[in-house]
Nanobody, 126 residues
Framework: QVHLVESGGGLVQAGGSLRLSCAVSGGTFSKYTMGWFRQAAEGKEREFVAGISRSGDDTVYELVVKGRFTISRDNAENTVYLQMNSLRPEDTGVYYC??????????????????WGQGTQVTVSS
């Protein structure tokens, strides 16, 4: 069983920055594609934000965050990060990290992910 715990969320003004972390336990972290998703409000769809390959060599971003957010990972620490800069009010939501334990590279496909964290709230004020 793989267990994920996000941290680093909070309240920030527009234009500010936050760094989210996701600590992963169980399984073999270095074998997993990792992704970040967000849900703007309850009832809204959980949407893809960023994904990173097992080695960290490949990353992909949703268009509206590209150039502002950076996903990275530390396989020695079993942790994935999301550095968020130039935050906007529309970035507000609950941010979730997730693992895809399969070997097919499909980071933006929500259904591909097998395990999810509990989420961390990010609120950007205008």
């Amino acid at each position: 069983q793989v267990h994920l715990v996000e941290s680093g969320g909070g309240l920030v003004q527009a234009g500010g920055s936050l760094r989210l972390s996701c600590a992963v336990s169980g399984g073999t972290f270095s074998k997993y594609t990792m992704g970040w998703f967000r849900q703007a409000a309850e009832g809204k769809e959980r949407e893809f934000v960023a994904g990173i390959s097992r080695s960290g060599d490949d990353t992909v971003y949703e268009l509206v965050v590209k150039g502002r957010f950076t996903i990275s990972r530390d396989n020695a620490e079993n942790t994935v990060y999301l550095q968020m800069n130039s935050l906007r009010p529309e970035d507000t939501g609950v941010y979730y990290c997730a693992t895809d334990i399969n070997e097919i590279w499909r980071p933006s496909l929500r259904a591909a992910y097998d395990y999810w964290g509990q989420g961390t709230q990010v609120t950007v004020s205008s």
